[in-house]
């Protein structure tokens, strides 16, 4: 029954992918390439570079993997790690009843590092003056990065500093025309490092290494730097992003009414069964 248990918002992302392909047959469009299983895996397959990267600029919407490739060799769990890792019940372990990942069972936000780690099939970039925004399809959220010199803030969480925010605090320069290095602190800790359940601190520093070669290819590093849970840095996955040509992304959302519903009407009956 485990097996037959998923998230209502992988239901809602299949069902969307089946409804435009259907509407493409209808429409006459030659039949979808059974590789093609996302809009990354299709624009991955189109090797055109596009011709050159503009100069510092990302700007615009991007297709990616659903999860990026991730680092196996994790180090160790400093005490206070352990601790808290041991509390975290992920989905794949635990199965969909007993799981406590808090964006799994209630739809919480994902977080930060979290957001860049898991759905990460859309992501946009925009300018403003003195920033970037980093949106990201999956539920619509955006992060802003300030491009004005400043520093991380320091002390967050506590009396003399900033609050915590879900997805942290972030500052960013342009190490050549076509890297933008972005470094962020203070998210939230109630939020997980990635769908294993591994913890972070507030004091967490994550850097992004997004690296343009041409106009349609787009490769990011995550980087995370917490003494208080790991024994050392490491790097923690990277991602690949393809432009998209359209321009025109499906909404995604974590909906917390349906995934209560979802867990109600399927995975607690599915979990009773099993017993």
């Known amino acids: 029954m485990r097996k037959l248990a998923c998230s209502t918002a992988y239901l809602a992302v299949v069902?969307?992918?089946?409804?435009?392909?259907?509407?493409?047959?209808?429409?006459?469009?030659?039949?979808?390439?059974?590789?093609?299983?996302?809009?990354?895996?299709?624009?991955?397959?189109?090797?055109?570079?596009?011709?050159?990267?503009?100069?510092?600029?990302?700007?615009?919407?991007?297709?990616g993997n659903i999860e990026p490739t991730m680092n196996k060799d994790i180090p160790p769990l400093t005490p206070l790690g352990m601790k808290l890792m041991s509390l975290n019940k992920p989905e794949a372990e635990y199965g969909t009843v007993a799981t406590n990942d808090p964006w799994f069972t209630t739809c919480d936000p994902l977080g930060f590092p979290r957001s860049v780690i898991n759905q990460t099939n859309i992501t946009a970039f925009?300018?403003?003056?003195?920033?970037?925004?980093?949106?990201?399809?999956?539920?619509?959220?955006?992060?802003?990065?300030?491009?004005?010199?400043?520093?991380?803030?320091?002390?967050?969480?506590?009396?003399?500093?900033?609050?915590?925010?879900?997805?942290?605090?972030?500052?960013?320069?342009?190490?050549?025309?076509?890297?933008?290095?972005?470094?962020?602190?203070?998210?939230?800790?109630?939020?997980?490092?990635?769908?294993?359940?591994?913890?972070?601190?507030?004091?967490?520093?994550?850097?992004?290494?997004?690296?343009?070669?041409?106009?349609?290819?787009?490769?990011?590093?995550?980087?995370?730097?917490?003494?208080?849970?790991?024994t050392k840095t490491y790097t923690v996955a990277t991602n690949q992003f393809r432009w998209i040509p359209d321009q025109e992304f499906e909404e995604q959302i974590c909906v917390p009414s349906e995934g209560i519903q979802y867990q109600q009407v399927i995975a607690t009956p599915a979990g009773t069964a099993q017993k």
């Open 15 to 63: 069902l969307a992918l089946g409804s435009s392909l259907m509407a493409q047959q209808k429409q006459g469009a030659p039949p979808a390439d059974p590789r093609d299983r996302t809009l990354y895996q299709k624009l991955a397959r189109d090797t055109n570079a596009g011709g050159p990267a503009p100069k510092r600029d990302l700007s615009g919407m991007w297709a």
């Open 126 to 230: 925009g300018t403003m003056p003195g920033k970037i925004l980093i949106l990201d399809g999956f539920n619509r959220v955006w992060r802003e990065v300030e491009m004005d010199g400043r520093p991380l803030p320091k002390g967050v969480g506590t009396p003399a500093g900033p609050d915590p925010r879900w997805f942290g605090y972030s500052v960013g320069h342009w190490e050549t025309d076509n890297t933008l290095v972005v470094r962020s602190t203070g998210s939230d800790a109630r939020s997980w490092v990635d769908k294993e359940g591994h913890p972070h601190s507030v004091d967490a520093v994550v850097e992004e290494r997004y690296v343009r070669a041409n106009h349609n290819n787009l490769q990011v590093t995550i980087t995370l730097d917490d003494p208080k849970i790991f």
